[in-house]
């Protein structure tokens, strides 16, 4: 094998400040779903259910919630993370996971009600007074519940973080690199909280038809961002014109390559969830009751019109 590529597989690193908070919350999640899991069990047996819903703990949930934390990892602590370092394309594939995937997989996994179940039982009352209540905690939380508030630090880290001098930066120093890539995942949590959907709730949840403008209204964004960055006829990024390049790809190629990932797959992760969306909306129109005298329809004395003139 080239020594380059083998170098490069070999090339994962132990990073304390990220095993460490994934353990975490990887072990209060698998505790509260096993809790809420036995308490559902319990009550599958005692009660005969006639309206039965999905149970919080399902067991897909804890597939995703755990992917998403491995998916983390890997974008984080694997060979992806030393080759984004030479590579333009691989440092764009490394953020798809962080913005898109790992948030979305993360809300779909209900991880509010099931984290606070695996805390310990005075912590978890405690959480519930602090968030239960008119405290600063819950006010602070309102604020950033709102989809303005997601929707604008999403664009404002999208856009941010490319520009050139910023880019640089976190390529040039690794506390500047670990501050995007928290600010991209934390964003990213606050834009897709509310396309999901997902506990806790400070506000009343968007409609199908506002999550679905509230997606599709970031995708122009994302899609120009890559456009530009796959057109531009000029390095925009002079770190990656100064570093060795590796297996002959050259600096334009690169950047071409890059702009292509963004533009095409990230814009299709706000497509699909767009689809999901208009999805919901069909089937709540198709599951309305049929109304028997609808608007439409007339009396066929109507349609004739009268029979005999007055006279």
Known sequence: MDPTTLAILRSWSFRPEVILPLT??????????RQLRAIAQQRERSVAR??????????????AYLSALLLIAISLMSPIDALGGQLFFMHMVQHIPLLMWSPILIWIASPFPIVLWGLPREVRFAVGDLIGQNTPVRRALRFLSSPAVGWFAFLVFLLGWHDSNMYNAALRYDWVHDI???????AAMLFWWHVVGAAPRFRR???????LAYVVSMTPFNMFLGIAIAFASRPLYSYYAE????????????????????WIPGSMMFLMAALVLLARIVQVEADKPVDPNPPWMVSESRLQGPTSRPR
């Open 180 to 186: 995007q890539h928290l600010t991209f995942f934390l």
């Open 24 to 33: 975490l919350a990887a072990a209060l999640y698998v505790r509260g779903w």
């Open 205 to 211: 949840n968007l409609g199908n038809g506002a999550r």
């Open 243 to 262: 570093v060795p390049r590796l297996y002959g790809i050259s600096v334009m190629d690169d950047q071409t390559l890059s702009g292509i990932i963004m």
């Open 50 to 63: 006639t309206n039965p819903r999905p149970p919080l703990a399902a067991g897909w949930k804890l597939v």
